[in-house]
């Protein structure tokens, strides 16, 4: 068998541009435009990357974005009062706090200050604690763009067995939360599952969420299986830098129903979800109908 291959970067392309045309059609006819401030503490050169790349794209959809770069130094006074003056803000809809944080902030004191209405990363204790009772929230843009993907491939997903390998706040857990929500029978393995082979094996879908390159090989996946590879990892290979998954993708591709590549899966999927979501809390805090 050899696996489809679940085109993230198509997918994600359209999704944004249904929120551009939502854009489009908020300004036309209420002169809004939704904004998006992004907050980068220190100088990590992947999160320099991903916040130019998430500004670019947060214009292309017509949306106005702000950047706020700050010293590696900052401390969480300064840090805190940038976000009360955002929460604040009119015309920002959508607060992201780029993380990792430098070792001397307090990243859930941080993340917490955020006014849960404009985090659009959905890391709020509050947000969390709505997805979790399956309430109206705003939901972490990783899970829900392997969400998105796994709908447009299944359908529905009812029933259906899920194995998340992975437990962190930020993917394995919300993504289970949300695999719950559709109904699908849920485990969530992490580094101390117990015969991890096999549990994978039982899946029909798996989410690999670890941050280990290619780690789950295709002898794990029962036939068919639908993979989603949210790992991103730089590896060296043939004197070359190259990125890889968490799933050996040639052996899982072997075996599996469906696969999201790594590089052009889950991560365009990521930037197009935070657009949505800043789409979402824009229609919200002005009382407007929210796109589907
Ligand atoms: P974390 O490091 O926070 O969590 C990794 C999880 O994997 C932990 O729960 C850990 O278990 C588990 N784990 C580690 N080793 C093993 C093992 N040998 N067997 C089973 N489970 C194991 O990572 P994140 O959730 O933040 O990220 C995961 C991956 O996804 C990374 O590659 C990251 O780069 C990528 N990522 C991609 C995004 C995208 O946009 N595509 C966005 C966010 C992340 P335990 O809890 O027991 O330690």
Redesign the pocket.
Known sequence: MTATIIDGKAFAAKVRGQVAEHVTRLKEQHNITPGLAVVLVGEDPASEVYVRSKGKMTVEVGMKSVEHKLDAETGQGDLLALIEQLNNDPEIHGILVQLPLPKHLDEDLVINSIDPAKDVDGFHISNVGLLGTGQKSMVPC?PLGCLMMLREHHGSLSGLDAVV????N???KPMAQLLLGDSCTVTI?????KD?PEVVRRADIVVA????PE?VPGDWIKPGATVID????RIERDGKNKLVG?ADYASCAEVAGAITPVPGG??PM?IACLLANTLTACCRANGLEEPE
Request: aromatic content about 0%; proline content about 0%.
């Open positions: 990783t390998v992975g437990r962190s930020i993917v394995g393995a992490h580094s101390r599952t991890l969420a670890v941050g280990r780690m949210v790992g991103i990892n968490d889950v991560g990521t």
